[in-house]
């Protein structure tokens, strides 16, 4: 069956955003007055079973935003309304771990894309693949642009409904709250911080931490690392290195490492690296732009290499810097920059560029305290948590998309 292909606004530019999370979220709330604006919201959720309701909604000739997502039955709809198989929310991902341990946090962090996108549009499908023009999607539809911006940055798994979402996070805090031992695998930020959140909150519980390299936070430096471990082990929380877990192998609480340990865990979290979400682009035009970590490789505009009119940012782009969400949000306000000026008809040569500043990183231990790491020191303690461990920038991040913090 041939492609149903939707064209833009004869009198207004279409930017297709592929990816609602922290980078696309603030391009699609930066565009949405001064352009025809498609958010594809890819979710990797499962597919499940029943009736998709169809509520066809005609193209208004306004400036307008579309939120593009897929159905459980791949059924083309163009819908008004959010129902239970979209995505429907944005997430604050620095929030996340706060919620495990307090489910009432996620009510701020978890923010419906209508409440900040306010001329939203939906249309039910993902995006399969793309060519110079035109986006393809798993329901037949082509939609033309004449800008994309791919956002994808790394592949989860998360319910599609902010109350499911919402339920899921009391779901994690009970079985925390039941347990007596709890395993963490991995020892990055996410380890660590979950680490603290749960030594902070349940101080009772025998919380054990299993990393398979020789230092935690392996993104930083190696003081940081030492102040982490440090914290940790002054928490009671048992902290693991150079071993691995075979989550497969799991009876009666007990888990065993790769040195052949056994842990007792009543529960367990993997806080391992999420794989990439650019798996999709290997057999589209964008192949040969790929590096060998699968991160789309841009110019100093955040185009690109060789395509005028495609924008990367986030965690998906091969930007030399530690990825954080920060930095995302700052690709996104550089590229929402140049599309304005491009939109507007100006010059190229006057485009923004993006210049990876000075690295640092920001780690919160509990709600009080946290690690943060500069290009000349490394401070703990109280001042970064002052930063950061409080509300974890949700307030910010709210602030940005026009919402009350």
Not at 16 to 38: K, N, Y
Not at 40 to 65: E, R, T, Y
Request: contains cysteine; proline residues 3%.
């Amino acid at each position: 069956m041939a492609a149903a292909q939707e064209s833009s606004d004869a009198e207004m530019k279409r930017v297709v955003v592929i990816g609602g999370g922290v980078g696309g979220s603030v391009v699609a709330h930066s565009l949405q007055f001064c352009a025809d604006v498609v958010l594809v919201d890819q979710n990797s959720s499962k597919k499940k079973s029943g009736i998709a309701f169809i509520f066809m909604v005609l193209w208004a000739n306004v400036n307008h935003i579309v939120i593009l997502e897929k159905s459980s039955a791949g059924i083309p709809s163009t819908i008004r309304i959010h129902y239970r198989d979209q995505k429907e929310y944005f997430e604050i991902p620095w929030g996340s771990l706060r919620a495990m341990v307090e489910p009432s946090f996620a009510k701020r962090s978890i923010i419906n894309h209508c409440d900040y996108l306010p001329n939203v549009r939906i249309v039910a499908s993902t995006a399969a693949n793309i060519t110079d023009r035109e986006v393809l999607t798993t329901d037949g539809r082509l939609l033309v642009y004449d800008y994309l911006v791919i956002a994808t940055g790394h592949k989860d798994s998360v319910p599609k409904t902010r109350v499911a979402r919402l339920s899921q996070y009391q779901a994690e805090f009970e079985k925390i709250n039941s347990a007596e031992s709890i395993l963490i695998v991995g020892g990055g930020p996410t380890g660590v911080e979950l680490a603290g959140e749960i030594a902070i909150d349940f101080p009772e519980k025998k919380v054990t931490l299993v990393h398979r390299g020789s230092r935690l936070l392996e993104f930083i430096g190696l003081k940081a690392s030492q102040k982490a471990l440090d914290w940790l082990i002054s928490k009671n929380v048992e902290v693991v290195l150079n071993e691995s877990v075979n989550l497969n192998n799991v009876s009666d609480g007990f888990i065993q490492t790769s040195s052949g340990e056994v842990i007792a865990a009543d529960c367990h979290f993997v806080c391992t690296a999420k794989p990439m979400g650019s798996s999709w682009l290997r057999e589209s035009i964008l192949q040969n732009d790929l590096d060998m970590q699968g991160r789309l490789m841009v110019d100093r505009n955040m185009r690109v290499r060789g395509h005028k009119n495609i924008f990367a940012v986030g965690d998906i782009t091969d930007v030399k810097e530690i990825k954080q969400g920060y930095l995302a949000q700052r690709h996104a306000e550089v590229t929402a920059e140049n599309l304005k000026l491009l939109l507007s008809g100006r010059n190229e040569s006057k485009m923004a560029t993006y210049k990876p500043g000075l690295e640092m990183a920001l780690v919160s231990l509990g709600r009080k305290e946290g690690i943060a790491q500069f290009p000349l020191v490394t401070i703990s303690g109280c001042i970064p948590g002052m930063i950061k461990s409080g509300d974890l920038f949700v307030g910010k991040t709210r602030k940005r998309l026009g919402l009350k913090p």
